[in-house]
Protein backbone atom coordinates (compact mmCIF):
# COMPACT_ATOMS: atom_id res chain seq x y z
CA UNK A 1 0.00 0.00 0.00
CA UNK A 2 1.62 3.10 -0.67
CA UNK A 3 2.13 6.42 1.63
CA UNK A 4 -1.11 8.19 -0.06
CA UNK A 5 -3.27 5.50 0.60
CA UNK A 6 -1.81 4.78 4.08
CA UNK A 7 -2.62 8.68 4.85
CA UNK A 8 -6.21 8.60 3.62
CA UNK A 9 -6.80 5.68 5.92
CA UNK A 10 -5.18 7.12 9.26
CA UNK A 11 -7.31 10.50 8.28
CA UNK A 12 -10.67 8.89 7.52
CA UNK A 13 -9.74 6.60 10.87
CA UNK A 14 -9.24 10.00 12.76
CA UNK A 15 -11.98 11.61 11.59
CA UNK A 16 -14.42 8.13 12.66
CA UNK A 17 -12.61 8.49 16.26
CA UNK A 18 -13.17 12.50 16.34
CA UNK A 19 -17.10 11.72 15.50
CA UNK A 20 -18.00 8.96 17.83
CA UNK A 21 -15.72 10.69 20.74
CA UNK A 22 -17.96 14.23 19.82
CA UNK A 23 -21.27 12.28 19.98
CA UNK A 24 -20.83 10.59 23.10
CA UNK A 25 -20.13 13.95 24.67
CA UNK A 26 -22.62 15.75 23.23
CA UNK A 27 -25.53 12.98 24.21
CA UNK A 28 -24.00 13.13 27.96
CA UNK A 29 -24.13 16.98 28.05
CA UNK A 30 -28.24 16.61 27.68
CA UNK A 31 -28.32 13.35 29.46
CA UNK A 32 -26.17 14.66 32.11
CA UNK A 33 -27.15 18.21 32.65
CA UNK A 34 -31.00 17.38 31.74
CA UNK A 35 -31.15 20.30 28.65
CA UNK A 36 -33.43 20.02 26.96
CA UNK A 37 -34.27 21.87 24.32
CA UNK A 38 -36.71 20.11 22.34
CA UNK A 39 -39.07 19.41 24.90
CA UNK A 40 -42.48 19.93 24.11
CA UNK A 41 -41.32 19.22 20.11
CA UNK A 42 -42.88 16.36 18.30
CA UNK A 43 -40.92 14.99 15.34
CA UNK A 44 -41.74 12.70 12.41
CA UNK A 45 -38.96 11.40 10.75
CA UNK A 46 -39.59 8.92 7.74
CA UNK A 47 -36.81 6.44 6.66
CA UNK A 48 -37.61 6.64 3.12
CA UNK A 49 -38.16 3.46 1.04
CA UNK A 50 -38.48 0.25 2.53
CA UNK A 51 -39.86 -3.57 2.52
CA UNK A 52 -40.00 -4.18 -1.38
CA UNK A 53 -38.84 -0.59 -2.65
CA UNK A 54 -34.65 -0.83 -1.23
CA UNK A 55 -34.35 2.61 -3.32
CA UNK A 56 -30.73 2.95 -4.49
CA UNK A 57 -28.00 0.65 -3.89
CA UNK A 58 -24.99 2.10 -2.90
CA UNK A 59 -21.50 0.96 -4.38
CA UNK A 60 -20.86 -0.95 -1.40
CA UNK A 61 -23.93 -2.97 -1.64
CA UNK A 62 -26.04 -1.51 0.91
CA UNK A 63 -29.67 -0.59 -0.47
CA UNK A 64 -31.04 2.79 0.87
CA UNK A 65 -33.78 1.84 2.51
CA UNK A 66 -31.11 0.32 5.38
CA UNK A 67 -29.43 3.24 5.20
CA UNK A 68 -32.16 5.59 5.73
CA UNK A 69 -33.35 3.55 8.67
CA UNK A 70 -30.07 3.56 9.94
CA UNK A 71 -29.99 7.43 9.95
CA UNK A 72 -33.39 7.78 11.29
CA UNK A 73 -32.74 5.83 14.59
CA UNK A 74 -29.85 7.85 15.38
CA UNK A 75 -31.27 11.07 14.79
CA UNK A 76 -34.41 9.50 16.58
CA UNK A 77 -32.16 8.51 19.63
CA UNK A 78 -30.02 12.16 19.47
CA UNK A 79 -33.56 14.27 19.59
CA UNK A 80 -34.89 12.30 22.44
CA UNK A 81 -31.88 12.85 24.28
CA UNK A 82 -32.53 16.45 23.97
CA UNK A 83 -36.23 16.10 24.38
CA UNK A 84 -38.31 15.46 21.64
CA UNK A 85 -40.90 13.43 20.91
CA UNK A 86 -39.97 11.03 18.06
CA UNK A 87 -42.37 8.95 16.02
CA UNK A 88 -40.83 6.83 12.96
CA UNK A 89 -43.21 6.37 9.83
CA UNK A 90 -41.25 2.84 9.92
CA UNK A 91 -38.67 1.42 12.31
CA UNK A 92 -37.89 -1.95 10.60
CA UNK A 93 -36.55 -2.36 6.70
CA UNK A 94 -40.42 -3.87 6.20
CA UNK A 95 -42.87 -1.53 3.89
CA UNK A 96 -46.24 -0.25 5.71
CA UNK A 97 -49.37 -2.55 4.66
CA UNK A 98 -52.69 -3.35 5.98
CA UNK A 99 -52.68 -6.93 8.12
CA UNK A 100 -52.07 -9.93 5.95
CA UNK A 101 -52.41 -7.39 2.68
CA UNK A 102 -49.51 -7.91 -0.03
CA UNK A 103 -47.06 -4.79 -0.34
CA UNK A 104 -48.30 -2.00 -3.02
CA UNK A 105 -45.93 1.34 -3.04
CA UNK A 106 -49.69 3.74 -2.71
CA UNK A 107 -50.51 1.64 0.24
CA UNK A 108 -47.20 2.51 1.90
CA UNK A 109 -47.35 6.03 0.71
CA UNK A 110 -50.97 6.02 2.15
CA UNK A 111 -50.08 4.89 5.37
CA UNK A 112 -47.01 6.89 5.79
CA UNK A 113 -49.19 9.93 5.33
CA UNK A 114 -51.97 8.91 7.98
CA UNK A 115 -48.91 8.65 10.90
CA UNK A 116 -47.51 12.03 9.45
CA UNK A 117 -50.89 13.46 9.81
CA UNK A 118 -52.53 11.70 12.68
CA UNK A 119 -49.09 12.72 15.27
CA UNK A 120 -49.81 15.88 15.53
CA UNK A 121 -45.64 16.89 14.86
CA UNK A 122 -44.32 20.11 14.76
CA UNK A 123 -41.73 18.88 12.14
CA UNK A 124 -41.51 16.29 9.33
CA UNK A 125 -38.18 15.05 8.25
CA UNK A 126 -38.52 12.34 5.46
CA UNK A 127 -34.79 10.96 5.16
CA UNK A 128 -33.40 9.33 1.47
CA UNK A 129 -30.07 9.31 0.19
CA UNK A 130 -30.65 10.22 -3.39
CA UNK A 131 -27.95 9.76 -6.31
CA UNK A 132 -27.22 11.83 -9.48
CA UNK A 133 -25.48 8.94 -11.85
CA UNK A 134 -25.66 10.65 -14.71
CA UNK A 135 -23.05 13.56 -13.42
CA UNK A 136 -20.76 12.05 -11.03
CA UNK A 137 -19.83 15.43 -9.85
CA UNK A 138 -22.76 16.46 -8.15
CA UNK A 139 -23.17 16.08 -4.55
CA UNK A 140 -24.52 17.48 -1.34
CA UNK A 141 -28.06 17.97 0.38
CA UNK A 142 -31.21 18.56 -1.12
CA UNK A 143 -34.08 20.04 1.10
CA UNK A 144 -37.91 20.39 0.03
CA UNK A 145 -40.53 21.78 1.73
CA UNK A 146 -43.83 23.24 1.62
CA UNK A 147 -43.66 26.26 0.10
CA UNK A 148 -47.20 27.84 1.34
CA UNK A 149 -45.43 27.43 4.98
CA UNK A 150 -43.14 30.02 6.14
CA UNK A 151 -42.24 28.35 9.24
CA UNK A 152 -41.29 25.20 6.87
CA UNK A 153 -39.40 27.88 4.17
CA UNK A 154 -37.47 29.30 7.63
CA UNK A 155 -36.32 25.79 8.97
CA UNK A 156 -35.38 24.83 5.68
CA UNK A 157 -33.28 27.37 5.25
CA UNK A 158 -31.66 26.78 8.80
Not at 117 to 130: E, K, T
Request: proline share 3%; aromatic share 6%.
Amino acid sequence: MNKKKIAVLIIIFIAIIACAVSYIKFTSIYANNQVMPLKGIKVVIDPGHGGLDPGKTGINGEDEAILNLKIALKLKQTLEVMGAEVVLTRQTDDGLMEGGQAWHKDDDMRMRHGIIQNSGADIMVSIHLDSHMPDRSVSGTGVLYYDKSEYSKELAQA
